[in-house]
């Protein structure tokens, strides 16, 4: 009867085969960001299959954004690790064809931080996570004036914070949601808006070190409601009119 079963099963077809052998090499970092596969003639012996079945399964990876493909020349196959770009762009089209509002994203990065911070607060090594996060801060207040590079400075210290939380996987769904959030309000707003006016970024610098003091201090539930508080009014900071506005990143890679 196993046998029969086993049968059944279609085997999957040498494209599939091919883009499977090379995404595990590239999961498992045999393959790292930036490194050459060689030109598609090299692959086609490597496989030993036709340049059809070749140029499918490099589709599929490309689909994936998990290599770049340069014609001509001077082109090959280049190689490009797992990021939160990616599992964002794939979010983002779950997201966009449920009509999920970028307000919805937000309040998922809302309910996250504040436990994370409460989860930093009753860390023993909370001393080594508070003095990074200060150092972050430290770079957001040197680029205040520049709207754009304050952006990507805010977003680093809102990831590390829940990555010093210490799990993997909600860190993960962390990087996910403000990449959406980020690119997603980028497309809609102006950058002046995104991050909001001068006083409003010294602002939440000033509540930043405040959650700073709470952490230090060990004290979970008043860090916890202190970024809870935050984070509600960087949401309508950030999100503005555009609350409602459905999550759609097909175009603007």
């Known amino acids: 009867m196993a046998a029969a079963k086993r049968s059944e099963t279609p085997r999957r077809e040498k494209p599939q085969q091919i883009a499977d052998e090379l995404r595990a090499l590239i999961v498992s970092g045999e393959l790292s960001e930036g490194d050459s596969l060689g030109h598609e003639p090299d692959l086609v012996d490597r496989f030993g299959v036709s340049r059809p079945s070749l140029r499918e399964a490099l589709r599929i990876l490309e689909a994936e954004g998990l290599v770049t493909v340069v014609r001509g020349v001077h082109g090959g196959v280049v190689v490009h690790e797992p990021d939160e770009r990616m599992t964002a ?3 983002a089209l779950v997201l966009q064809s449920r009509n999920v509002s970028l307000a919805d994203v937000f309040e998922a990065r809302s309910l996250l931080e504040p436990l994370a911070a409460r989860g930093i607060a009753g860390n023993r090594g909370r001393r080594a996570a508070v003095n990074e996060l200060r ?46 959030v ?24 000033r509540s930043q070190e405040r959650l700073l003091e709470l952490l230090e201090s060990g004290d979970g539930a008043a860090a916890e409601e202190h970024w809870r508080s935050h984070m509600q009014v960087v949401g309508r900071v950030m999100l503005g009119q555009q609350a409602s506005t459905v999550v759609d990143l097909l175009h603007h890679h």
């Open 135 to 180: 150092q972050l801060v430290a770079e957001e207040e040197a680029v205040i004036e520049d709207p754009d590079a304050f952006g990507v400075a805010n977003a680093a210290f809102h990831v590390r914070l829940v990555a010093l939380a210490g799990n993997q996987t909600l860190t993960i769904v962390a990087e996910m949601l403000n990449e959406i």
């Open 182 to 205: 980020a690119r997603a309000v980028t497309a809609v707003s102006q950058a002046d808006d995104v991050v909001g006016s001068l006083s409003t970024r010294r602002r939440g610098i």
């Open 89 to 91: 762009r794939t979010a």
